[in-house]
């Protein structure tokens, strides 16, 4: 019986041992895969020009405002104080609103009516002022769907930006 139980243990500190060290490669990847991104991203923000480079720092921004609240209500708030600024342009317009909607995707706090109604706005102004942006128009879907519960106007606006850009994944 004392045989058993050793072999229990040794087997026990065997398994907590590979989980260890499981865990430990699994750091490594993340790691790698970390550089990997940001050598990545170097290489497209050397490529890219226009709207393309503001919708891939977008994406950039929304991932690490994902991983931390603090870090989203900084980008809030930069956003917010340059809104004046920024009032005439369409990108940083769907930008602050798919920024607004974070809150809620990355789960920090539901929107209150306030921040829906400056998302919807925001989305409307960017699709107003430039209707060929297809990721405007996905922001503006994005609204009438999920706060408004809008099927058909958030439909007309995931129609539209997939006929901007036949093979838009977010639409």
Known sequence: MQDL?????FLSERFEADIDDRLEAIDQLGAQLSTAIRYGITIHLQTLQGDD?????TRMAMRLARSDENLY???LTLAEDAQAEHANDSMFQ??????????TRFAYHPLSDEQISKAESAARKAVALNDRSDFAHVCLG???LWAKLDFAGAKRSFLRSLEITPRYHFA
């Open 5 to 9: 139980n050793s072999n229990e243990d």
């Open 53 to 57: 480079t503001q919708a891939l720092l």
């Open 73 to 75: 209500k900084e980008a």
């Open 94 to 103: 769907a930008i602050y609103s798919r920024l607004l909607w974070g809150a």
């Open 142 to 144: 994005t609204q009438l």
